[in-house]
């Protein structure tokens, strides 16, 4: 196995929520935002191989399959988030002041 193809996918992203400066003031509304847009074009980019499966138009099968997977891991993870800011809204509203 090849070391630096290890390093290469450490440095490569979805692009969700890439590392920021922690003094920059981003809120997590922003990234969140951001996350969800970049899930919506993963999630066009997959539906554009589904059409283009259907007709016959590609030629490498293996492009949309890594297509769909991608977009299905992204909206995995947006879900995942959403889901962990709704148990913690719950939870402080549960709170006795």
Do not use: C, P, W
């Not at 440095?11 to 847009?37: R, Y």
Request: aromatic share 6%; proline share 0%; hydrophobic share 40%.
């Amino acid at each position: 196995m090849n070391i630096q193809q290890i390093n290469q996918l450490k440095n490569t992203s979805l692009g969700l929520l890439e590392a920021k400066d922690q003094n920059n003031g981003t809120s997590f509304s922003t990234l969140f935002m951001e996350a969800v847009k970049n899930t919506d074009q993963l999630v066009k980019k997959s539906d554009e191989y589904s059409v283009k499966i259907a007709s016959g138009d590609i030629e490498n099968i293996h492009e949309a399959t890594i297509a769909a997977q991608k977009a299905d891991i992204s909206f995995q993870l947006v879900m995942q988030i959403r889901n962990k800011v709704l148990d913690a809204y719950r939870e402080i509203t549960r709170m006795q002041i």
